[in-house]
């Protein structure tokens, strides 16, 4: 295969990051990565020629791709650039997520290969998608790229691909809204300042790390999952009704990926 692999991806938790890179392995282990979880690395716009492949990985927000990502990736263009598609959801449903991030980006001059919904732990609870991706995910992912890789070497150009189908509706689900929510701050803080550094929106102040912006949050709980004291919890009534709503219905259940070729 004569393309140079390229990864692009958010990943709060790190699914993502592990989904995205397990299908990447399964084609190359060489590949370039951008990742664009941090708000400094969302700054740039990124152009793609004929002569890459791009793995293109987001999680599930509500059943869509998180609206920040797709207004950033008006700023993400290709040329002919064949993609492979990567949702990764917390074991409830993907819903529009996948064919809104195939839309967007074949709207960008990229064409669809292949795509995968995937599992990873939810963010609001370690009671749904427990430890997920695990091996056997990633197991699936790194035979989704091999498969990917023969796929792209039976052909002798890439403009032969029968256009890609995907699970979805159009219109996209509509898009839910939240009263206004953020993480709280118990004094079991010991300002180490790892929950700024990794905060994807930059919502989290540098110089009070209790001061968090609630425009900027979208409750991926990055800082919930890395806080090395426990010290960060959602304690909201809209937010405890969700999740107790998921680990009722989803945390016996366990879904598996599904790939697109």
Known sequence: MNKKLNVLYFSATDGTAKVVKGVAEGISDNYKEYNITLPNNRQDAITFDSNDLVIIGVPVYAGRVPKFLNDYFLNVKGNNTPAVFITVYGNRNYDDALIELKDTFESNGFIGVSAGAFIAEHSNTTKVGTNRPDNNDLETAKKFGAEIKNKLESLEDILQLTKLMVKGNFPYKERTSAPPIVPDTSDACINCGICAKHCPMGAINFNNFKDIDSAKCVR????????????????????????KGLIDNFSILRNEPECFL
Do not use: D, G, L
């Not at 090395?228 to 999740?243: G, L, Q, R, Y």
């Open 220 to 243: 991926c709980c990055s800082c919930i999952k890395r806080c090395p004291v426990k010290a960060k919890s959602i304690n909201h009534e809209v937010f405890n009704k969700i999740t």
